[in-house]
């Protein structure tokens, strides 16, 4: 079983919508949380961590369900430039970095 | 933020060649890099783990004597593809972290390889 899992998409959504990505993580001693953003042959860039009790950023919400062992990223007023492949990253208790497929985000005018 | 480059950012060479990219920590100490490759539409897969000073830790699957690693210096590692053949054509992305923050990493811009 893979150490990460998510649903690799596409997602097409109009201008102003909202949309929910989750991701699954078998490790149950995994550390910490993050959503990345990658853009289409760039590296994945740093979008948000995600506590425990739940974070936003703006139009973006992170939370983090450690019973079900699964994060979620929830996009609000979807904006054009925030079509890109978003990827959820845990951190392992070695340290490691496990990458999820990534889902593929497209916003639609 | 901190900023990590990586040279050459695109790459062909001939089947049978060594490609030498490197990756560098410009603004912080990298006591650790990482090695990633990227197949299109796949996830990053961790290749190895670069230490400052000692030998690089690789990932099962991944040969350490093609994939030769080298970090002589806390902002520089290098990643040597020796004998590239077509299958290793794919996107190579190293990151760093800083000393204490370990759940932060920076990636570089990535480095397309591309093998005839």
């Known amino acids: 079983r893979k150490e990460v899992e998510q649903d690799p998409g596409p997602f097409n959504v109009p201008e102003g919508a909202t949309v929910a990505f989750n991701c699954t993580y078998s490790n149950s001693a995994s550390q910490s949380f993050f959503w990345y953003r990658q853009d289409c042959r760039k590296e994945p860039k740093l979008l948000m961590s995600v506590y425990s009790s739940g974070n936003e950023d703006g139009r973006f919400t992170a939370q983090l369900n450690r019973a079900s062992q699964y994060i979620s990223l929830l996009i609000r007023d979807s904006k054009l430039s925030d079509s890109a492949t978003y990827l959820c990253?845990?951190?392992?208790?070695?340290?490691?970095?496990?990458f999820g497929t990534g889902t593929s985000l497209t916003v639609i005018p | 933020g901190a900023v990590v480059s990586q040279h050459p950012s695109w790459v062909i060479c001939k089947s049978g060649t060594s490609v030498k990219i490197e990756c560098r920590s410009l603004d912080f100490q990298a006591t650790t890099m990482f090695w990633y490759r990227q197949f299109p539409k796949q996830s990053l897969m961790l290749m190895a783990t670069s230490n400052e000073g000692s030998k690089a830790t690789y990932e099962q699957g991944v040969e350490k004597d093609k994939f030769l690693i080298n970090h002589a210096s806390l902002t520089l590692s290098t990643l040597t593809v020796t004998s590239a053949h077509p299958e290793d054509s794919s996107f190579y992305i190293c990151?760093?972290?800083?000393?204490?923050?370990?759940?932060?990493?920076?990636f570089g811009p990535g480095t397309r390889l591309t093998v005839t």
């Open positions: 990253v845990v951190i392992g208790s070695g340290n490691q970095f496990y």
């Open positions: 990151s760093a972290g800083r000393a204490g923050r370990r759940s932060e990493q920076y």
